[in-house]
């Protein structure tokens, strides 16, 4: 297992430096340096990973291992690794043959694309003669999503300054900087045909050449032998001139360990990963090592990456920034590298609208910021109603109709090529959840959206509820033909059963279907996507693209839908204490200690809908680190927040529920 669990260092840029805890890069994206250019985007591998080892009286000892085709691993330093962390930052210690043993230390400085890298011995042989430490660095130059083949156009002759070595590998690359306190040793090679077993996994290419332009060397004594790689442009101002390797690292040491322990928990300071730099403003990362910001992730995360953790200034920001992007009632979905945005989604204006709301309870905004939230919300709710790109429109009922051929909507979007694996064309539940929270929350202004508001909770009451089964529809109106009902038992109902601020449906209504999602749908580490007893039912997540994306809503586990389902649970009991307690272990407790496996410290994006639930996708996922961080710290509050205690639900007047909303 230890070579599947991966840590994460990042720049606050866009940027990072990954791996696994063996030292085995498994992954394309697994890289020591790896800069965003126009961040959060154009990410570059640059520095892709080292090979190092250390001479002791004549013995010679790996710390590292490489995997190469068709899976040979050499050398065998993954063998001497005896402990890891990933707390404060990535640390090893390695325990050689002849009983010396060292520490390794990896540190990424927020801020700029800069990596300091330590090592240090930790014990040694008695009379043992001083040890010497090799290291051989493998660089590339390429896209984060691309791989990288051995080629004339490589530079490897650095430029040699007094304080550092600088290489340009590539025109329109960023240069690499390199400061140590040793000796570098200029051998130039090309190594050939690394492999990567999780891109083996998921059906891509999985084999890269790499290029070594030569091998550092320290003698180790009482002093640590320091190596920092940064890219430019920031290099050149992080690192100044004359400024030695061990003043760099002592000060990257100093600040981030400052920086770390200022965090409230261990659990804000991985969501503060995923705060990240846009031109001027801040934006959310979907995650790592693969997404940037996505509309519907950002606006789902932002509840617990910023609003349950206190970072006010920072939701307002990204939500400040965010409302100039409104077009036609929709907001963009994705911002690709170097394209127009992609406006391929129902849900994400929605999402905002809830985001924007949990704001305004939670901060005193000026009057300007205010009203430019405001402003967005009504041209969101506006667009809508009028009807806008892809089929979504108000309809008679009350609520929204959304879909057409070959796009997915919803946030069950996998496709492979125009082949739509969930068509939830028409009146999809979570949607009319989304839509009729908007309205409510914009009717405490807006006469006209309290009525809309009315009617479509009635027509939900009346059209959602699935007696048979004691839970809701997953569509209704499927292809926009009226009356056509999917009844697919689907997690996304959690949404109108008290997992958004109004509850949609009675609590005796609510705790027959939870009771239900409960017993087929919940894991200990989320909620399936697709009940195992429905036709399709996919218990593993594996394979190449169309076996994944046919199972990506198919039955594999979500983390981020636990806490929606626990706020339904908690209040179809009242929010009282005893549920809360109850709560906290049966369903917080089981997740936390998910922080421990795969991406550690962090949540994965999913996991296998079958027994163990192996968790798959994305280690790194902001919404499912920032519900959890909402779950903890919101949800389940040992002090119990009135939203828990008491909230708006269908059977109350919309006087009354505006009255409730206020209070919460």
């Not at 890891?84 to 930052?89: G, H, K, V």
């Not at 917080?588 to 922080?595: D, E, G």
Request: net charge negative; charged share 25%; aromatic share 10%.
């Amino acid at each position: 297992m230890i070579e599947r669990n991966e840590w994460l260092e990042t720049d606050g840029l866009g940027g990072f430096a990954s791996g696994t805890a063996s030292g085995i890069r498994t992954r394309r994206y697994h890289a020591l340096l790896l800069a965003a250019t126009t961040p959060p985007t154009g990410r570059v591998a640059l520095v892709n990973g080292v090979d190092a080892w250390i001479e002791t009286a004549g013995r010679t000892f790996a710390l590292t291992s490489q995997r190469y085709e068709p899976g040979v691993i050499h050398p065998d330093g993954s063998q001497r690794v005896s402990s890891f962390t990933a707390e404060p930052w990535p640390r090893w210690t390695f325990t050689f043959e002849d009983g010396t043993s060292l520490e390794q230390s990896i540190v990424v400085l927020h801020g700029a694309p800069l990596v300091a890298i330590s090592w240090r011995l930790t014990s040694r042989v008695q009379h043992m003669p001083a040890a010497r430490l090799f290291v051989r660095p493998f660089f590339s130059g390429r896209d984060y999503h691309s791989m990288h083949h051995e080629n004339g156009a490589f530079r490897f002759e650095p430029e040699r300054r007094d304080d550092r070595l600088v290489w340009r590998p590539y025109d329109g690359i960023p240069a690499v900087h390199a400061l140590s306190n040793g000796e570098y040793r200029h051998e130039p090679d090309w190594y050939r045909n690394f492999r990567y077993d999780e891109e083996a996994a998921r059906g891509l290419d999985a084999s890269e050449d790499l290029a070594s332009p030569g091998v550092f060397t320290w003698t180790l004594t009482d002093e640590d032998a320091y190596l920092v790689f940064a890219a430019t442009p920031e290099a050149e101002t992080t690192i100044p001139p004359a400024t030695s390797a061990d003043e760099i690292v002592t000060w990257v040491y100093t600040s981030e360990l400052a920086r770390r322990k200022a965090f409230a928990s261990p659990l804000h300071r991985a969501a503060d990963a995923y705060l990240v730099r846009r031109g001027g403003g801040t934006t959310i990362v979907a995650g790592y090592p693969w997404f940037t910001d996505w509309g519907r992730d950002t606006f789902i995360a932002l509840r617990g990456i910023c609003l349950a953790a206190d970072r006010l200034d920072d939701a307002r920001r990204i939500l400040l920034e965010w409302s100039g992007a409104v077009s036609e009632g929709m907001l963009p979905n994705r911002f690709p590298d170097r394209e127009s945005p992609e406006f391929n989604s129902v849900d994400a204006s929605l999402w905002f609208v809830i985001a924007v709301h949990d704001l305004f309870e939670r901060s005193a905004l000026s009057a300007v910021d205010r009203a430019t939230l405001e402003r967005a919300v009504e041209a969101i709710l506006s667009g809508y109603a009028a009807g806008t790109r892809f089929g979504i429109k108000l309809d008679e009922d009350g609520l929204l109709a959304c879909g057409v051929p070959g796009q997915q909507l919803t946030w069950m979007d996998a496709r492979v090529g125009d082949h739509v694996i969930t068509p939830r064309i028409g009146k999809p539940v979570e949607i009319q959840a989304l839509w009729l929270n908007a309205l409510f929350m914009a009717g405490a202004r807006s006469p006209r959206w309290a009525g809309l508001f009315a009617r479509g909770r009635d027509s939900f009451a009346a059209r959602f509820w699935n007696e048979d089964s004691g839970s809701l529809h997953d569509v209704v109106d499927v292809d926009h033909r009226p009356g056509v009902i999917d009844s697919t038992f689907r997690p996304n109902q959690i949404f109108a059963l008290g997992g958004l601020p109004v509850m949609l449906v009675s609590e005796e209504r609510a705790r027959r279907a939870l009771a239900r999602i409960e017993s087929t749908l919940l894991t200990p580490i989320g909620l399936r996507s697709l009940a195992p007893s429905e036709p399709g039912y996919t218990g593993r997540y594996g394979g190449g693209v169309a076996s994944r994306d046919g199972a990506y809503h198919q039955g594999t586990v979500w983390p981020w839908l636990l806490t929606p389902f626990v706020e339904a649970w908690v209040r179809a009991r009242g929010g009282s204490p005893r549920a809360i307690a109850e709560a906290r272990h049966r369903f917080l407790a089981p997740l936390l200690s998910h922080l421990n496996e795969h991406g550690l410290g962090h949540v994965s994006e999913i996991a296998d809908g079958d027994s163990p639930h192996t968790p798959n996708g994305c280690p790194f996922q902001a919404w499912s680190v920032g519900e959890l961080l909402r779950l903890d710290r919101v949800v389940l509050a040992t002090t119990v927040p009135a939203r828990n205690r008491r909230r708006p639900r269908a059977s109350k007047g919309v006087e009354e529920r505006s009255d409730a909303m206020g209070a919460r």
